[in-house]
């Protein structure tokens, strides 16, 4: 059995995620008839399937098959050239099969996703945040991130920038510490990674809730010496009987005399009599 197999065209550029086609093309120069089943030699992949999947051809005769091809988008196959064979096999274990070769050209595909976790943290003075980017793509990315943030919190990403291999995951560790904690009551500070990979970009944000000075039982004694404080001080100023401290000591030096002198008179003493008053 004489059999040829040709691929038309022998170079095809295919973009991940799109249709592209090639034509197989059979010649049967023997003096029987081929029957054929085709298949995709060396590579287990499920996007290149041909159509029809088996036939036969005419002593002298020739027949064309579609060839279909859609890679998906991800990580594989990789971008770059790629060679294919498809194989046509005679039924009986006498024919020997033909092959026909095509050489893929896998266009780049840069797609990465990026999240940051938790997305709320909490802290009096700092906290920590992981931004994690997963490449999708089929290419290796070098990945920027820069802290975006307002002027209430100083953050430091750590490091700046992550290289990041098609369907892996790079992370980094993102600082975040606010400026001035308020007293009593928590407050939410927002932050911000704008993530840069060149031809593609994205931002990511969680929330920093910085927790106030006072704590628990603490912020408990703080009102309570508000509250209480005025009270003490003005039971202070009040003396054991409940009348203020000035009119006590005022009342203890005793009635005047008669003549302005203030000295008191005592129970026993004989007040002096003038002679000459009738």
Do not use: Y
Request: aromatic share 4%.
């Amino acid at each position: 059995m004489d059999l040829s197999a040709e691929l038309e065209p022998s170079e095809l550029l295919v973009q991940p995620g799109e249709m592209a086609r090639a034509e197989l093309r059979l010649r049967n120069r023997g003096d029987h008839p081929a029957a054929l089943s085709l298949q995709v030699a060396d590579v287990d992949v499920d996007w290149i399937w041909t159509n029809p999947t088996a036939l036969k051809v005419a002593p002298g005769g020739e027949a064309r098959v579609q060839v279909s091809l859609r890679p998906p988008r991800g990580a594989d196959p990789p971008a770059g050239p790629m060679t294919v064979a498809l194989r046509a096999l005679p039924a009986g274990v006498l024919h020997q099969p033909v092959e026909a070769t095509l050489t893929l050209e896998v266009a780049p595909v840069a797609d990465l996703i990026a999240s940051m976790r938790p997305r709320i943290s909490s802290g009096r003075w700092r906290a920590r945040h992981t931004v994690s980017v997963h490449n999708r793509g089929n290419v290796a990315l070098h990945v920027g991130l820069a802290p975006a943030s307002s002027g209430d919190v100083v953050v430091e990403m750590r490091p700046a920038a992550v290289e990041v291999d098609p369907g892996e995951v790079g992370e980094a560790t993102l600082w975040v510490r606010g400026r001035w904690p308020r007293l009593l009551r928590p407050v939410e500070r927002p932050v911000a990674v704008e993530v840069d990979a060149g031809t593609t970009a994205t931002r990511v944000t969680a929330t920093f809730v910085q927790g106030p000075v006072l704590r628990g039982w603490q912020r408990w004694v703080a009102v309570g010496l508000v509250v209480l404080g005025p009270v003490v001080l003005g039971l202070r100023a009040l003396g054991p009987s409940g009348i203020p401290s000035e009119f006590v000591a005022d009342d203890a030096s005793g009635p005047a005399n008669d003549d302005g002198s203030g000295a008191a008179v005592g129970a026993g003493d004989v007040p002096a009599v003038d002679p000459d008053c009738p």
